[in-house]
């Protein structure tokens, strides 16, 4: 396999999130056998356009044939300049982190992303990505709090930063009701109230596959091996966002002092872009909770 091929090899994978041997062969067999090896033919020689001079956003999201389909508000909301916190519900996994980024890019150029540490692998991604873990472990929060420090200093010069607060891909809270994030956490609350940065809410329409919602109910692993799977079936379609209204500190600073408050708002200021409205505090699947 060429280099190019063996670097994405590496990174087009969940294995890596597996905490054994036989749950990272498991997960990279089904990987294989639903569409992995396509996408990593399809992303290969991406980093010769980027040598070039072309955005790693912008090819890695041609390379898949993605498009952005904004359904309402506009791409203006997002502020061009100054200290933002982009946040979002997280339907699908690979697919809105590379969307994210991709916005941020057009918008701002130059920003960064709060991601399960366990993505943080490519060269490219290394460079906007801060880790966050959800484990429940003295080195996993010393990492968090690193991470909040990074990400308050950068805002502080201004900086973008992309955030999805549920932390894990959306799941139904019964295997045949409606897929949602878990509850917020507190995390993103902390970081609005004492950044001073502006909020803007994103909402990714759509969810992932009835399978991958039955499989996350049986199986951590299963649920795993099938992330790939759900991406690859959305290669080649346009991505359905909305893009809210700024929210301004005239709204969030009556709120610092109240993480959950802070969050409740977030998230309904989130769910009630959705063009098909539901009910934003029906809570997701605890996925990180019951999988430790």
Do not use: C
Request: proline letters at 5%; a positive charge.
């Amino acid at each position: 396999m060429a280099p190019s091929k063996r670097a994405i090899a590496r990174d087009i994978t969940y294995s890596h999130s597996a905490t054994s041997r036989s749950g990272r062969a498991m997960i990279r067999l089904i990987e294989n056998s639903t569409g992995r090896l396509n996408l990593i033919r399809r992303a290969d020689g991406y980093q010769d356009e980027v040598a070039a001079g072309r955005d790693f956003w912008s090819v890695i999201v041609e390379r898949y044939g993605l498009s952005l389909d904004v359904v309402g508000g506009t791409l203006d909301n997002i502020p061009r300049t100054g200290p933002l916190i982009l946040i979002a519900n997280h339907p699908y996994g690979i697919l809105d982190g590379m969307m994210m980024g991709h916005i941020l890019s057009v918008m701002r150029g130059d920003f960064r992303i709060l991601a399960n540490s366990v993505f943080n692998r490519a060269e490219e991604l290394n460079r906007v990505l801060l880790p966050i873990s959800f484990d429940q472990t003295r080195e996993a929060l010393a990492q968090n709090i690193e991470t909040r420090r990074t990400a308050l200093g950068y805002l502080a010069q201004g900086g973008a930063i992309g955030i999805f607060p549920g932390g894990t891909v959306s799941t139904a809270a019964k295997p045949f009701s409606r897929p949602m994030d878990p509850r917020w956490r507190s995390f993103t609350a902390r970081m609005v109230a004492k950044s001073g940065a502006t909020v803007v809410p994103l909402y990714f329409d759509g969810h992932t596959s009835r399978l991958f919602q039955l499989a996350s109910h049986m199986h951590n692993t299963l649920r795993l091996g099938l992330l790939i799977k759900e991406f690859r079936k959305r290669v080649d379609t346009p991505v359905r966002v909305v893009v809210g209204e700024p929210l301004g500190r005239d709204a969030l600073n009556p709120l610092a002092r109240d993480s959950k408050q802070m969050m409740d708002f977030l998230r309904k200021a989130t769910y009630d872009l959705n063009p098909n409205p539901v009910k934003y505090f029906d809570l997701g699947y605890e996925f990180e909770e019951r999988h430790r």
